[in-house]
């Protein structure tokens, strides 16, 4: 059983008026609060951003600039066990002084410059928003992926993604209003163990087998039944899961494949004049998450191992050991476009520049593509319905059919395709 550390975080002992009695009470919050810096221009005393292009400090009022003590760690950032003293001792605040931007549309919580005055919200675009002083009390992130996107590269790439598929309209790269993209830091948790599983099950191999009965011979194939076992031990290594539940999942993944290779320490600075999100889904529900992705991987390689697919009665005992967790930010973009008089949310990876987002679907033309996948069964059928009623052949119907059900399958899957591209950001 893990041992709770005594006092708990935030008490202090304080004075007893009965002998041999300890009382603790809570800590002065003004003792409590971490160090905090503040980014200020030492030409203009304007307060200074980190700027994704060049990667330093630098002030927009007269031009100073600044570097940045960027230190990358790649996969040796820090990572932590799953004990409570390591949340008790985990850092708090963003380490610098911030404003919190609640969303009254959303119910999203955004970490804010603290000079921001008025932004709209970079999960619904709404601009009711309310500005308040950032708690100091959220889990500080140890590592982040800083950008490497430019902000002034994100219109070009995102004016290739929408003209990238045949199912949006030709005018649409051209015709599309992109707005101002906004940097922002999102939270992710990294988790790392490995996975140890013991299986059994009953595996069928066929057996084909000649008998004899009612004076001739016959064929027949019957299933011998047996068990097999083993073990298998799985590795995982820094598997990402999302830290922000108000991000669309399916989305999300769209534009995944962070590399942690890229990470570095935490620093204020890099945020300095970035809106960022503190983690509203918590580690326990993360680890929940992650380790059920690891469960099922660990389930399919035991299903390697067994030598035939014919299965039943599958059992697995599963055990996980180094059990590891990081906190981190990741670069994200957040904009969208207008075209036709609607307004398309979009993300943008701000490491790799990958763009993901609802598109516009030509549907004449998706509806043209998939009469036209239909009609060379439909001229075949005509064909063969008339060898059929004259020569009684049915060959070429055959063939017919099997065309439409080509076509059909292909339809639907077109069909489908373009939907998601409309509602969830898929495409074909």
Known sequence: MTQIAFPPPGYVQTDSLVEGIEIYAPADETAQRPEQVSFKCPNCGATTAFDVSTQKLSCEHCGYTEETHIQQVGRAAEQFEFKVETMQRAEQGWGTARKEMSCKSCGAVISSPPDALSYLCPFCGSNEVIFREALRDVLRPHSLIPFKTRPQDCVEITQRWLASSWMTPVALRSAAAVGKFAPLYIPYWTFSACSHAAWKAQVGKEVHERYYANGEWHDRTRMEWHWESGKVTNTFTDYLVPGAARLNVSTLSEISGYAVADLVVYQPELLAGLQAQSADIPLDQAWDAGRQVMRERTRSSCYDRITTSHVRDFQMSLDFSDETWRYILVPLYTSGYTYDQKH?????????????????????????????????????????????????????GGFALFLLVIGAVISLFIFFAAQRMEKAGGGA
């Open 344 to 396: 398309y949310q979009i993300l943008l990876n701000g490491q790799n520049g990958k763009v993901a987002g609802p598109r516009p679907v030509d549907w004449k033309k998706v509806t043209w593509v998939m009469v036209g996948l239909f009609a060379p069964g439909v001229l075949l059928g005509l064909i063969g319905l008339l060898l059929m009623m004259t020569q009684n052949d049915v060959t070429v």
